[in-house]
């Protein structure tokens, strides 16, 4: 038995196949945000990267629910609206993936007995819209000023069937990849905080994904903190 | 401790940076020296011997030693002492329910009014505008108002007459008016006479003697909101030479 | 949620304000706010702008089969989504009275009116017709979302482009938007919906109501119409009597608003239409506004990659070789299972744990955990899993000196079970 998963092992490290290299094609797309472009909401903000663009929108330390209360912590829902249709079982899992790397970043305890919700509305889906996501959540949480021990962003990686990583991949490139992954990446210690991942791949090649996400969250806490900057340029 | 933050007072910060000590902020054997002690504001969180920032916003020092992190910030969260302008939405009993814009409706006593006795009831109807303070506000209790202070008296606070237009504009904003030398309301002041009460929840009150009037202060403040004190000023003057 | 209450005093102080003729915005009784129309990526994508009402609208379509009574006609449906976003009070789900109202409106406006031409999305007569379908978002609730709505769904369907078709026999082939050009609707006339509020029992009427003036208001009168001056569908709500001279009021205002918007979208689409043929970008991300201080845009960056392979190879090596594997239970007697008294006993639920906090540190586990479920995989367990019978079987079929002999028949069926295996081979 021993030896068997001994093999597994070797057979994965050593497999031809499964060599990724580093290449140009690890690049961010385009990035862009807005923050607090609606009047209703406590926070909000859009995110786009490249085509993909999300809407997200906060409301909260709200009136809770009898039934949704928790007595040591802030109830924290998230909605994601498809663009075509009502949500499904895919926006369930995509809700879940997000409220869940949220939570981790929240300061819940500090908002008792109080709603939070989280609204993201697609507004085009070009790949990575999961990623699009948790980055537009990030920064209308922070926008409405919630409590929060970190910050947290989030990285696609496409494996093409060359082995290649490809960030941030396109829709096109996603049908094209044999697996894909998303990462939430905390900007304390860059640990990750949220992992999804489709198709098949090595031990490795997770973690050459994690480590090319890492470097990639640099760059987008480094976007994140210049876009607060330049908000708060403005002397009141 | 105390060089570091000073050192970024005024800078951007986000969520999760962080101050740590530094190897001087020990206390030397030989010298007697207290600690020196620091005041930390909202946004600013104590974790160990860690300092955390937990709100994006700009880093800001009172003397001597009051750090906090000033943010634009649109909920309101209740803080005990803060006066506030609330909407009553239902008497039940012995008290109203108040709604000041947080996450739970803070309750008013019917006694916490000026002359109020149990026969003598003030006369507040729901739809109402109190100015009162916070006698209780803590995350785990629900917030209680008061509408006297520790002397009995009214000090201002109470129901609002008749008139005026109630508002709502950014928590900084409202930080801004209230400062002792606020420029925002010495420029209003010369603008137009009106009375005018700030809620520290982001409501204001205004009432002068013409609706036109009301309205233009109302829309002039909304538009305070993100601007900066020349374009304010320029806007200010353009408003005396047109409407008046 | 419940929503902020409305304070006597600002009820008192619009009506009174009304009475002066005035509104808080500072508009006139009969201005629009600004309106402001842009497109996505996607054709049949519009968002618009009504002041600080925000709406989205997008266009999809599908090939299904029409309904019986009208096998030449293509099918067109509406959907208003209240989102939670625009405003808290609205719930996820949940058909709320202002949602119906609102979607009945739109259908009236848009189906009944019959300004689409539905026999021509008829693909083969009786089998197969195009559904176009219209979903509207409300992104952020001020005031008016009807007109916002109505503006953004007829925009929609006028920038929408369909697959095309063609039919062979039996066959309905679709073409991709690389093979040949999408076609558009054919759109007869635009109707657009003009809201009017009335007060003090009908005696002030305003136009373009925002969220505070809808909350004070009596009563509500929708007016949809083309620029042809063609009453599309009409609607009064709140209860208020209006008298005939208001109601040929309304619909001369609306008349001239109508002719306006109409302008404003066809420039819009015309604008629209040469970005796209010059081939400049065009989507939600073109249409942040640069200038603004809250908004940032960073152009496409590449990622250092350097370090990469190391770290990624480091920590696999860290991980090193897995532990040996889970311990087969001893079963006493059949049926018996045993917890402590010195016998070690692992659970699966180990390793759900270990899952769950998938993080940096623990990545080491992580693998440990994909190489034992790769493992596992190899091992006949999986491979018989298939034929239901040895389901009662093998909890760790490589170690059958541990197995007791009072379990006989499971190795029996084990064995058969492969031999079974190998016939079917």
């Not at chain 2, 504009?169 to 010369?190: A, H, T, Y």
């Amino acid at each position: 038995m021993t030896q068997s998963s001994c093999d597994a092992l070797h057979f994965f490290r050593g497999g031809g196949m499964m060599e990724v290299c580093g290449s140009s094609t690890v690049s961010l797309r385009e990035f862009g945000c807005e923050q607090s472009l609606l009047s209703r909401p406590d926070g909000s903000a859009s995110f786009t990267q490249g085509d993909t663009s999300v809407l997200a929108g906060v409301y909260g330390p709200a009136e809770v629910k009898v039934s949704k209360e928790i007595y040591d912590r802030a109830t924290l829902e998230v909605l994601v609206q498809p663009k075509v249709g009502l949500p499904s079982v895919r926006e369930r899992l995509q809700e879940q993936c997000v409220r869940e790397t949220c939570e981790a970043s929240l300061l819940l305890s500090l908002h008792p007995r109080s709603s939070l919700t989280l609204i993201l509305q697609v507004l085009h889906d070009d790949g990575s819209l999961l990623s699009c996501f948790l980055n537009a959540a990030c920064m209308a949480l922070m926008d409405a000023g919630l409590p929060m021990s970190c910050l947290f962003c989030a990285v696609t990686c496409a494996i093409d069937t060359d082995g290649q990583i490809t960030t941030d991949p396109t829709a096109a490139q996603e049908k094209e990849s044999r697996a894909l992954m998303t990462f939430a990446i905390d900007s304390t210690e860059r640990k990750v905080l949220m992992s999804s991942t489709k198709g098949s791949f090595s031990v490795s090649e997770l973690q050459q994904c994690i480590a090319v996400s890492q470097k990639a969250s640099e760059k987008i806490f480094q976007f994140y903190r210049d876009s607060v900057r330049r908000r708060y340029s403005k002397i009141l | 401790m105390f060089s570091r933050l000073k050192d970024k007072v005024g800078q951007v910060q986000l969520p999760g940076d962080e101050f740590s000590w530094e190897a001087e902020d020990t206390i030397p054997l030989t010298d007697p020296v207290r600690p020196e002690r620091v005041v930390c504001g909202p946004g600013l969180r104590r974790s160990g011997d860690r300092l955390l920032v937990c709100k994006s916003g700009v880093l800001r020092h009172k003397q001597p030693n009051v750090f906090w992190i000033d943010s634009q910030q649109r909920r309101y969260v209740p803080a005990k002492g803060e006066t506030v302008i609330g909407i009553v939405t239902a008497k039940s009993g012995d008290i109203f329910k108040v709604d000041v814009g947080g996450s739970e409706a803070a309750s008013l006593s019917y006694l916490a009014f000026e002359g109020a006795t149990k026969r003598n009831r003030p006369n507040v109807q729901v739809g109402d505008l109190v100015f009162a303070q916070f006698i209780v506000a803590n995350k785990d209790m629900e917030p209680e108002l008061t509408c006297i202070d520790s002397s009995g008296r009214a000090n201002g606070m109470g129901v609002f007459g008749a008139g005026g237009l109630v508002f709502t504009v950014s928590l900084g904003l409202v930080r801004r008016l209230l400062s002792p030398l606020s420029e925002i309301r010495s420029d209003l002041d010369q603008l137009f006479p009106c009375e005018l009460v700030v809620g520290m929840n982001g409501r204001l009150w205004v009432r002068s003697p013409s609706i036109q009037q009301t309205l233009i202060v109302a829309n002039l403040l909304q538009s305070c909101d993100s601007m900066t004190a020349p374009q304010r000023r320029e806007l200010f003057r353009r408003v005396q030479q047109g409407a008046l | 949620m419940k929503d902020t209450p409305l304070a006597n005093c600002e009820r008192d102080f619009l009506l009174k304000a009304f009475e002066e003729k005035k509104r808080l915005d500072g508009r006139q009784t009969y201005d629009y706010r600004k309106i402001k129309i842009t497109f996505g990526t996607d054709y049949g994508c519009c968002f618009v702008d009504l002041g600080k009402t925000r709406v989205m609208a997008q266009v999809s379509c599908e090939l299904v089969a029409p309904k019986d009574n009208r096998p030449n006609e293509g099918i067109l449906f509406f959907n208003i989504e209240l989102s939670p976003m625009a405003s808290p009070v609205f719930e996820q789900g949940r058909q709320s009275e202002l949602s119906v109202k609102l979607n009945r409106q739109l259908e009236r406006c848009l189906r009944n009116s019959k300004c689409i031409d539905t026999e021509s999305l008829c693909v083969v007569s009786g089998e197969k017709v195009w559904q176009i379908r219209v979903d509207v978002h409300t992104l952020n609730h001020d005031g008016n979302l009807m007109d916002a709505a109505s503006i953004a769904a007829i925009t929609a369907l006028c920038h929408f482009r369909r697959p095309d078709v063609a039919i062979q026999g039996d066959d309905v082939t679709v073409y991709g938007p690389e093979e040949r050009d999408p076609i558009p609707l054919s759109i007869y006339h635009m109707p657009i919906s003009v809201s009017f509020s009335f007060f003090q029992q009908g005696t002030y009427l305003l136009v373009d109501p925002c969220e505070r003036e809808e909350r004070v208001m009596d009563g509500l009168l929708m007016i949809a119409m083309n620029k042809h001056r063609e009453i599309c569908s009409i609607q009064s709500s709140g209860g208020i009597m209006l008298l005939r001279d208001q109601v040929m009021r309304c619909s001369k205002i609306a008349s001239v608003k109508v002719s306006e918007i109409t302008d404003l979208i066809s420039k819009a689409l015309e604008n629209d239409k040469k970005a796209r043929k010059a081939g400049s970008k065009c989507g939600f991300a073109e249409s942040i506004p640069q200038e603004r201080i809250t908004a940032l845009k960073m152009e496409g960056t590449p990622v250092d990659v350097e370090g990469v392979t190391e770290r990624a190879s480091y920590v696999v090596q860290k991980a090193g070789t897995p532990p040996q594997t889970v311990p087969s239970p001893v079963v006493p007697l059949p049926g018996v299972g045993q917890v402590g008294e010195g016998i070690h006993s692992t659970w699966g639920m180990e390793e759900e744990e270990e899952e769950n906090n998938i993080s940096g540190d623990e990545e080491d586990k992580v693998i440990q955990m994909e190489v034992d479920k790769e493992d596992s995989k190899r091992g006949d367990v999986v491979e018989i899993s298939d034929s239901e019978e040895e389901e009662v079987v093998i909890l760790n079929p490589e170690t059958p000196d541990k197995t007791p002999k009072s379990k006989p028949p499971s190795s029996h069926q084990k064995v058969a079970a492969k031999t079974k295996k190998k016939q079917k081979k």
